[in-house]
């Protein structure tokens, strides 16, 4: 229920000819129970509601989420009897930017790339070191002798790379316009998983500091019962993937043994008491 008190004994919301800064006003029609704000707060308390000049009690009378102002109950019938003061909240401290009001004006120069890098072809040669690494090909304006070349079909992008399919003319003139906007860090798509194939690494990049090799070369061993040709190994190996040993002496994978699961199987009969090593490797 509303509730009497010197709120704000100065403005009357119901009479005031100019409402103040950050104010709605609705008609009740004793049915409605919410009305949408023109700004959104985190509280009740950040808005004072007023309805037929009663001011309401914050989550008693009514509530907000967000811009969604809600009565406990409709307010009644009347034109412009519902005024909302929005006070203040968190919200507040955030300006909000019209849509299409950042005009070039308010650009740093530098934030703006537009680099122009000229060149003058050999005749042969089809890359061209950039000055700045783009964003991709679509990114780039390339020329050559003014006319416009097509990413992708008459040239390609490798970090600062920029090759042609073909050798443009001797003394041609190579024009790249760099287009977009400067930042701190280049935002690339992230890589969806299980994309990344053997053809996408560089020959020779990968080295022993990035490979987990923890279990590297761990080893098990059999002492042979003389009638036996079944060992267990672990799961997820064949027989190129690891070496086994007999009494010290190296079997060769397939023709000597071969593995189905978890089962290591020789294609002769161990000793009695003879020694199965078996070495992984890492996969």
Known sequence: MGYLGAVNPLFDAARALVGREDVDRFNGDSSNTSFTLTKSVLYATDVDVWV??????????????????????????????????????????????????ITVNKLADELRIFVDDQFTANGTGTTFELSQEPLNATTLVVSIDGVFQSPTTNYTLSGTTLEFTAAPHNNAQVSVRHLGFRTTTTTYPPIASNTITTLMLQDNIVTGD???????????TETANGSGQTFTVTSGYNANSVIVFYNGIALVPVEDYDISGTTLTTTFTPTANSVVSIRYLPI
Not at 81 to 100: E, F, H, K, L, W
């Open 52 to 101: 037929d000049n009663v001011h309401q009690e914050p989550r008693t009378d009514y509530d907000v989420a967000g811009n969604v102002l809600t009565f406990a109950s409709p307010p009644a019938t009347g034109s412009n009897n519902i005024y909302v003061n929005i006070r203040g909240s968190a919200y507040n401290n955030y300006a909000v930017v019209p849509d299409g009001s």
């Open 210 to 220: 990035k490979l987990d090799l923890a279990s590297e070369y761990s080893s098990t």
